[in-house]
């Protein structure tokens, strides 16, 4: 039981590159997040998906966008990436939304020069 | 809207220190509230949660207690240790805003032999 892994753990793009974060989990979760963690400013959610086919729009979904084809997985792209976007990335799963646990990630670097 | 506040470190204690972390809320309902821990490199762990008022979650010698009337949620242990050191964050999620996740800004804890 992995619980819930990230792909890749680093990545360095150039300004208008484009690239997909890969998140899966295990354990069967509906919910599913990808939030952005910045100095100071805490966990900021991007997109959540609340079951396979749908998303939906977080604080932050400016330059993101997001697939939930299978249940287990959660794809965040970055069309055109930019220094803005430079940030640590987390993915997070739970059973139902909100009172049981969220379970994160490790998470994933990503730099934009 | 919904928000959480905690207090801004960085927190540096010697072993055996008596630790207080602050942390109020803003909820238009009756969320539950989560403290989780990050480790250096890691992603998020939940390390403690309480469902309704008056709850207090424990786990690994920290405590936090529900309280409405004040709309606080602070962590306490009684006798840090080196292994303490991390981020500690503040969260809640409430059913009136679709149960998402509100994160504080995370206070850093840094304990010294």
């Known amino acids: 039981n992995a619980g819930v892994t990230q792909t890749p753990k680093f990545r360095v793009l150039k300004t208008g590159q484009s690239m997909t974060l890969l998140c899966a989990q295990d354990?069967?979760?509906?919910?599913m997040y990808w939030y952005r963690q910045d100095p100071g400013m805490g966990l900021r959610l991007i997109h959540y998906s609340v079951g396979e086919g749908t998303t939906a729009k977080g604080e932050v979904p400016d330059g993101y966008n997001v697939s939930r084809l299978k249940k287990q997985n959660f794809l965040l792209g970055l069309e055109s990436a930019a220094p803005s976007q430079t940030s640590v990335y987390f993915c997070a799963s739970s059973r139902t939304s909100g009172g049981p646990t969220q379970y994160f990630g490790p998470g994933t670097r990503l730099t934009v020069l | 809207g919904d928000s959480v506040t905690q207090m801004e470190g960085p927190v540096t204690l010697s072993e055996e220190a008596f630790l207080t972390i602050n942390c109020t809320y803003t909820?238009?309902?009756?969320?539950?509230l989560f403290w989780y821990v990050q480790y250096p490199g890691e992603g998020l762990q939940l390390l403690l949660k309480a469902t309704k008022a008056d709850d207090k979650g424990s786990n690994k010698g920290f405590e936090a207690t529900y309280r409405k009337e004040t709309t606080s949620f602070h962590l306490e242990k009684g006798s840090v240790q080196v292994s303490d050191s991390a981020v500690y964050f503040c969260?809640?999620?409430?059913?009136?805003?679709?149960?998402?996740?509100?994160f504080g800004t995370g206070t850093s804890l840094t304990v010294i032999p």
């Open positions: 969260a809640l999620s409430d059913l009136n805003t679709g149960n998402q996740f509100y």
């Open positions: 909820a238009t309902g009756y969320p539950s």
């Open positions: 354990m069967n979760h509906e919910y």
